[in-house]
């Protein structure tokens, strides 16, 4: 129990640090960039995004399961890994350079793209995260993670002071990630005797498998950024910076199923079929824990999102306000997706998840390429949700994975209805500003207690899970 007790709480206080220092780089990049550089930034980083695909895959994920199931492999699962990863990487770095000059970029765009590309080896790093994982060791992850994140906020830091152009960013990028490899590659292959020895059978199923998560991945990912990729073509850098500025807002609040996922997917993993009851019972906490969080921070961004963006972002972003609180009733589906997608992939419904992907993307692009021309940013934050909304939707009605959305819809209701109640009295009382947060808070509050939201019992069903997995 101690173990993974600590180690979620680990994850939890490790994952904010690095959203924390996420969110002020992110500050400071948008305003030292200021919209047009900003934008090229965050164009570069969406761009680099699917060739970083073709190296990553879904090896992590698919990796920290088989670890977290074979313990007794991990020398010949991560050494056969490296050698796919890095073979993978000599076809995309090229890919990712040759496109960009073939599509016509300009000169410093397509500079930043060929530094984020000389990146993607370095992307090996994920691999000894997924070892420390298994293992329910997420501290040493954190112990080079966090000081990594604050020596590249210091470099970015440093080039704005001196008015550097963009491209010295993704050098500073490029330092940062070869250090933070460095370093865990020190702490790792003292424990791993990492097998070199080419498998063909293991390669094979490993690239079977993490394509599939793959493709998912980057569908996926691809309805959530194409967006940009189209406000970046239709209505320029500057709409792509305000735009990026309601991103990484929203982003920052995932830390919670980010920190929770981290010990629960092995646990997941492990009892899926050895322990069915345990399954269940884990999942459906988790899917009650974080509806029961995000829906009223939701409620509260909406709230306050003007003045959130003054006060962070500044005055020349306060068209991201809209945008913001749009993509904020978004992370409802973050926050359950965490736990409905990482079941998918310890059933082993890759395929299924990439056929559904097909589908929200191609809403995604009809609902974009409809909106983004009439209203910009928010058209694309409104898209943006309304495939979430779809996928949600298909999952729920297909048979195979039926019971784990009804499971959720079931344990939602609840802070469903409290948020619901919460913006209705807010409606009629017209309260705005901080006091509008705080009487949302406080109906959303007494709504949960009266109904039975989240009970002492959920909290001891926690400590009990917990504890009888330490023990087995």
């Known amino acids: 129990m101690q173990k993974l007790a600590s180690n979620t709480a680990v994850g939890l206080v490790g994952t904010a640090a690095l959203r924390g220092l996420g969110f002020i780089t992110t500050l400071v990049l948008a305003r030292g960039l200021g919209e047009r550089g900003f934008g090229i930034y965050s164009f570069v980083g969406v761009y680099i995004f699917f060739f970083g695909f073709i190296v990553d895959l879904g090896i992590e994920r698919v990796v920290t399961r088989e670890l977290a199931a074979a313990p007794e492999r991990h020398g010949r699962l991560l050494g056969n890994a490296i050698i796919l990863k890095l073979g993978l990487a000599a076809i995309a770095v090229p890919a990712a350079c040759m496109v960009a000059w073939l599509v016509g970029m300009d000169a410093e765009t397509r500079y ?7 990146g993607l080896p370095l992307s ?3 691999l000894f995260r997924s070892y420390f994982q298994s293992q329910y060791e997420l501290k040493y992850v954190y112990a080079v993670t966090i000081p990594g994140s604050l020596f590249f906020l210091l470099l970015v830091a440093v080039c704005i002071r001196w ?6 960013i993704f ?3 490029l330092l940062n990630a070869g250090l933070t490899l460095g370093l865990l590659m020190a702490i790792a292959l003292p424990r791993i005797r990492l097998s070199f020895v080419p498998e063909r059978a293991l390669i094979a199923t490993l690239l079977r498998d993490a394509g599939e998560v793959g493709a998912f991945v980057l569908l996926f990912m691809f309805a959530m950024r194409i967006d940009q990729l189209l406000l970046f073509s239709l ?6 910076g305000r735009y990026a500025v309601a991103v990484r807002a929203t982003e920052a609040l995932s830390i919670l199923p980010e920190a929770v996922m981290l010990t629960v997917f092995p646990i997941l993993a492990a009892t899926h079929h050895s322990q069915p009851q345990r399954f269940h019972r884990i999942y459906r906490l988790s899917f009650k824990l974080l509806s029961t969080i995000i829906l009223p921070g939701a409620l509260v961004i909406t709230v306050l999102r003007e003045p959130c963006v003054r006060v962070f972002f500044g005055e020349g972003y306060r068209e991201s306000a809209v945008p913001l609180a749009v993509l904020a009733w978004g992370m409802f589906f973050a926050y359950t997706g965490a736990v409905y997608l990482n079941l998918f992939i310890v059933r082993r419904l890759q395929r299924l998840m990439v056929v559904v992907s097909v589908g929200t ?3 995604n692009v009809v609902v974009n390429l409809w909106l983004i021309p009439r209203y910009g940013a928010t058209g694309a934050a409104v898209a943006t949700v309304v495939s979430n909304i779809f996928g949600y939707a298909v999952w729920a009605l297909h048979p195979e994975t039926a019971p784990f959305m009804a499971e959720c819809t079931r344990v939602t209701a609840r802070p469903l209805a409290g948020v619901a109640l919460a913006w209705l009295v807010l409606a009629v009382t017209g309260a705005d500003g901080l006091v509008a947060a705080a009487v949302a808070a406080g109906v959303y509050g007494g709504t949960l207690l009266l109904t039975g939201g989240v009970t002492r019992s959920d909290l001891n ?12």
Do not use: K, N, W
């Not at 069903?461 to 087995?472: I, N, Q, W, Y």
């Open 163 to 168: 008015s550097l152009p963009v491209h010295d």
């Open 361 to 363: 993307l191609a809403v």
């Open 112 to 118: 930043c793209i060929a530094l984020a590309a000389f």
């Open 124 to 126: 090996l790093d994920l």
């Open 171 to 173: 050098y500073a990028g």
């Open 235 to 240: 209505r320029g850098a500057g709409e792509v």
């Open 461 to 472: 069903l926690l400590r009990r899970l917990v504890a009888s997995e330490s023990a087995a």
